[in-house]
């Protein structure tokens, strides 16, 4: 099997060899879970693949109310008849595509029916409301996402679905890795990307301030398209990075005690 070359390939700033691995799993018809913290790379991650290889891209923003008819299809009403149309998977297995599901734990359970069959050496997807039973081409491709410090003992991926996939772990960049994705997201000066940088770094390291999450690499680039449009620096952080991390105004005053401390 060899990928189609495209042109327009969205910009993406590897790690280490997760291209490699995610080319190697799409050869060999092994579906992946990309895990790691909101905002480091692993939607981007995908598209960049799809557009690599040449595949159609179907991605579907996982809620929890997203059930496997959303993922299969359903009968609509239409003209007084009802007809059958294909939900995301489908239309990518009968394509050829890939589908990526993003933060799959947050998908009702119900969905590990439709999943499980396609993501083991059947890659068949039965659809039980036409009952066609589709076998997937080699050009499909099952992807999923998830954060896994969101989870909670309910909400875990059971291990008889995460043992079905290949894995990649995706961590917040290094600092050098990290410039490099702003000077390409947001073109700007190379100096503001090591500022932000060690912002962030700075950042991530406070141990005594309450946050959810840490500052991510999506809320920089924000920061840094701010700033190159003329934003005060001080003010495209607080905009960017401060208020998007906390509610608290104490909290926000600390963080943006390390962002004036840079500027
Ligand atoms: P996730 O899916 O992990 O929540 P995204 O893939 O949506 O995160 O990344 C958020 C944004 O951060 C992207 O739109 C892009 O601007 C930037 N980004 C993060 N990591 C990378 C990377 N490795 N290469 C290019 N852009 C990146």
Redesign the pocket.
Known sequence: MNAPMTTNI??????GNEVEVFEQAWKNRLPLI?K?????????????MAARLGLPLYTVACHDDLTAADLVGRHLLGDGQTVWCDGPLTRAVREGGICYL?EVVEARRDTTVVIHPLADDRRVLPIERTGELLHAPDNFMLVM?Y?PGYQNFLKGLKPSTRQRFISLR?EF?SAA??E??LL???ACDPMLAKQLVSIAARLRSLKDVDLEEVV???L??YAAKLVKVGLDPIEACRSALVESLTDDADVADALLEVVRATF
């Open positions: 969205p910009f993406y700033e590897a790690a990309i790691g913290p909101t905002g480091v790379g692993k939607t981007r991650f995908v598209a960049h993003d996402s954060n995706f960049p890795r990290e490099s994705i390409g997201e947001a991510s690499t999506r920089l680039v």
